[in-house]
């Protein structure tokens, strides 16, 4: 059986991310603080909760001031360098970027398509990839579907289609067993 999903990109790219509400630009965001918004911004980017950040220190108040924070996301590293702007936010730049099509995107995505697909009214009781995708055509790996009786199916996803300007995503699902 094939499904079609389309998903758009995660809005997160290497040029960072944006928090608001992070400091008027008068007073230096302390670490605790700093910590939180890197794990949140991390969170909302990739659907799940990543394990908390660790910064090095506070933020400082002034334009430009920088601090460098790291955290550990579906066994990789990641370095997130805050800078406070003009306007006071701290935006966060994330090396190496965060994927595209975070694994728990796709997993929602096949969970909603086999309901809609075999529509037998109730969802999987979990989807599981292994990876994130990165936002290339042709990428392909293969997601696990426990189904409410206990039953597993391999879900073969690959991603077929990328519209340039608007973000969207066309995935392929099959469920060869």
């Known amino acids: 059986m094939n499904l079609r999903t389309v998903v758009?990109?995660?809005a997160l790219t290497a040029v960072g991310l944006l928090v608001a509400g992070c400091g008027n630009g008068?007073?230096?965001i302390d670490q605790d603080e700093l910590q939180a918004a890197v794990t949140l911004s991390v969170q909302n980017?990739?659907?799940e909760l990543p394990p908390e950040a660790s910064c090095?220190?506070?933020?400082?108040?002034?334009?430009?001031?920088?601090?460098?924070?790291s955290l550990t996301w579906?066994?990789?590293d990641y370095a997130v360098v805050a800078t406070r702007g003009a306007d006071g936010e701290a935006a966060f730049k994330v090396d190496p970027p965060l994927p595209a099509y975070p694994a728990p995107v796709i997993e929602a995505n096949i969970a909603s398509d086999y309901v809609s697909q075999h529509q037998k009214g109730a969802?999987?009781?979990r989807v599981y990839c292994p990876e994130s995708m990165g936002g290339e055509v042709g990428e392909k790996?293969?997601?696990?579907?426990?189904?409410?009786d206990g039953s597993d199916l391999d879900a073969m996803v690959k991603l077929t289609s990328v519209d340039p300007e608007t973000g969207y995503t066309t995935f392929n699902v099959t469920y060869p067993n």
């Open 123 to 125: 969802a999987p009781t």
């Open 45 to 47: 980017a990739v659907g």
């Open 8 to 10: 758009p990109a995660v």
């Open 141 to 148: 790996q293969t997601c696990l579907v426990t189904l409410d």
């Open 26 to 28: 008068a007073m230096p």
């Open 56 to 69: 090095e220190g506070d933020l400082g108040a002034d334009e430009g001031d920088t601090q460098t924070c």
């Open 74 to 76: 579906r066994g990789q």
